[in-house]
């Protein structure tokens, strides 16, 4: 069982940054690829990033990339996502999410943390 506890999210203005952070429990972090998602109200929640157990494959949604960065500290047992540029389009719940590696759907999920960008 892994449990995901997001934070840092907040109100910035557009062209701002945000960095969120996802803590996990158990000994099992550095055993699953990870990834951010986020959900707007009345739409769906969408892929943002993902990273593979070790850090060393990322993969972005065309929306984020080159804005935002994900990465990992596995000795620490932390998710972070830097988001850069912000953009009131990415105005959402940003949710960080685990899954065993054998499995393509995602297992472990935080409750979120919001951000909102103004114009």
């Known amino acids: 069982q892994v449990q995901l506890v997001e934070s840092g999210g907040g109100l910035v203005q557009a062209g701002g940054s945000l960095r969120l952070s996802c803590a996990a429990s158990?000994?099992?972090?550095?055993?699953?690829?990870m990834g951010w998602f986020r959900q707007a109200p009345g739409k769906e929640r969408e892929f943002v990033a993902r990273?593979?157990?070790?850090?060393?494959?990322?993969d972005y949604a065309d929306s984020v990339k080159g804005r935002f960065t994900i990465s990992r500290d596995n000795a620490n047992n932390m998710l972070y996502l830097q988001m850069n540029s912000l953009k009131p389009d990415d105005t959402a719940k940003y949710y960080c999410?685990?899954?065993?590696?054998?499995?393509?759907?995602?297992?472990?999920w935080g409750q979120g943390t919001q951000v909102t960008v103004s114009s």
């Open positions: 999410a685990a899954r065993w590696v054998f499995n393509t759907k995602y297992d472990y």
């Open positions: 158990g000994r099992t972090f550095s055993s699953h690829p």
């Open positions: 990273i593979s157990s070790s850090g060393g494959s990322t």
